[in-house]
């Protein structure tokens, strides 16, 4: 039955096409661990969200992600949206090119390893964010972290943290500097920001730790605010960031809230997994967390 085989959904041109290259090593190891499983290659973008959906509805409850964290964003919007997330059990190859939610999960990086854990691991229920009509279950970024994923989609020659560090200095040579208003559950301010992170891992931007505390199972967003600053202080701060050893600085605030509002009077840069979402409303938007909505195998330490 379709409910107790393994659905995979590999993007064949993720981590630079990793994910293509290893797929025949992948059908040997199913084979000699005798799993039941059914692979099907995304030939698209959107099309992983569309074999999720499809795919819960015809009975498939276990799903592993071939990939990284774009094509899981994809993933979990397909199964979101099914009807029938609280039947999903999602697991993770990390062959993308940032892979910060497997990491924050604690799922290695060696993708033998992982695809072992299907076999042994445990399951860990976590939570989702939502904005607008869609969902996202690492991190959202407004500012200059939206700035950085879109210069990083077109550098083609690097992967991982070293892509994000040169998106990174690409974006901070348009000098960005981003006027809001936020209201959490229980507060109202205002500002003018470098960057905010709505974060529910510790990773994002392949490798940085803006949310260095975040959790992705204690139905909060952890929030990170980085006031506008010059140019010279934004890049001594870049490397604390990627240790998570930025908290303590004065132009840094570190909140928690299960919901966000912002306003805006000019339309602001988004993006979330990875991604750049088209929002219908840039200026003014909710983003709101879910709890205990997916649970994803993950190794016995990190429950």
């Known amino acids: 039955m379709s409910k107790d085989r393994w659905?995979?959904?590999?993007?064949?041109?993720?981590?630079?096409?990793?994910?293509?290259?290893?797929?025949?090593?992948?059908?040997?190891?199913?084979?000699?661990?005798?799993?039941?499983?059914?692979?099907?290659?995304?030939r698209n973008s959107g099309h992983a969200t569309a074999i999720a959906?499809?795919?819960?509805?015809?009975?498939?409850?276990?799903?592993?992600?071939?990939?990284?964290?774009?094509?899981?964003?994809?993933?979990?919007?397909?199964?979101?949206?099914?009807g029938r997330a609280r039947r999903a059990r999602l697991a993770i190859l990390p062959l993308g090119g940032g892979?910060?939610?497997?990491?924050?999960?604690?799922?290695?990086?060696?993708?033998?390893?992982?695809?072992?854990?299907i076999l042994q691991g445990d399951v860990r229920t976590v939570d989702v964010g939502r904005i607008e009509d869609t969902w996202f279950i690492n991190a959202l970024g407004i500012g200059l972290d939206a700035r950085v994923a879109w210069h990083a989609q077109r550098i083609a020659r690097l992967n991982g943290l070293p892509r994000y560090l040169a998106a990174a200095l690409k974006a901070l040579a348009e000098r960005p500097r981003f006027a809001f208003d936020v209201k959490l559950d229980d507060q109202l301010f205002r500002g003018r920001f470098l960057l905010a992170t709505v974060g529910m891992s510790r990773y994002c931007g392949g490798g940085f730790q803006l949310t260095p505390d975040a959790r992705p199972?204690?139905?909060?967003?952890?929030?990170?605010?980085?006031?506008?600053?010059?140019?010279?202080?934004?890049?001594f701060l870049l490397p604390l960031a990627i240790r998570g050893r930025h908290t303590g600085r004065k132009e840094v605030r570190i909140m928690r809230s299960a919901r966000v509002e912002v306003r805006s009077r000019q339309p602001l840069p988004v993006y979330m997994d990875g991604e750049i979402p088209r929002l219908r409303n840039a200026c003014h938007f909710s983003i709101k967390l879910y709890a205990a909505q997916l649970a994803f195998i993950a190794p016995p330490e990190a429950v």
């Open 7 to 42: 659905l995979f959904i590999v993007n064949p041109v993720a981590g630079r096409g990793r994910a293509a290259h290893e797929l025949p090593r992948i059908e040997h190891l199913l084979r000699s661990y005798k799993l039941p499983a059914k692979i099907l290659l995304t």
């Open 53 to 82: 959906g499809e795919r819960m509805l015809q009975g498939f409850e276990k799903i592993c992600v071939v990939g990284g964290d774009g094509t899981l964003h994809e993933v979990v919007n397909g199964v979101m949206d099914s």
């Open 99 to 117: 892979n910060d939610f497997a990491r924050g999960l604690g799922i290695p990086r060696d993708w033998p390893q992982a695809l072992n854990l």
């Open 217 to 235: 199972d204690d139905g909060l967003f952890d929030l990170c605010f980085v006031d506008a600053m010059p140019l010279l202080k934004t890049l």
